[in-house]
């Protein structure tokens, strides 16, 4: 009898370690400077507005020597579709967040890249700080 109630306060113990892990996952996944691989997008939020974040993208684009083939944006919002030259398709996304902050989405082909996201993110990020 006793060790069956060990073996349930164990398995509480864990669910509720578990628990408060998956809290703190949520709660940071909308934190500045969080960078999240999912379902084939990059996505990240930085602690820049849209227009710096947009003029980073765009340099880095031209810095990898892609072909811009879209490029709409308004005062919250942008949209850039590039080729590469293998004319592989790539999709970054840019929306106004909460503050001056601005949530990022690069998608590499139909399918997702996260190498190459991560090479645009990478150009991006050193494009900001300059």
Known sequence: MVSRRVVLALLLA???VSACGCVA???GAG???TVAYMKGDLESVEAEPVDKV???TKDALNQFGYAITK???DTISAEI???DSQDKKVTIKLSSAEGRTTKLSIRFG????EAR???VYDKIRENLRQ
Do not use: E, H, Q
């Open 25 to 27: 996952a949520v709660v």
């Open 71 to 73: 490029d709409r944006k």
């Open 117 to 119: 996201s991560r090479l």
């Open 110 to 113: 139909t399918f997702g890249n």
């Open 14 to 16: 864990g669910t509720m």
């Open 31 to 33: 934190a500045v400077g």
């Open 54 to 56: 947009y003029a980073a």
């Open 81 to 83: 579709i590039a080729r």
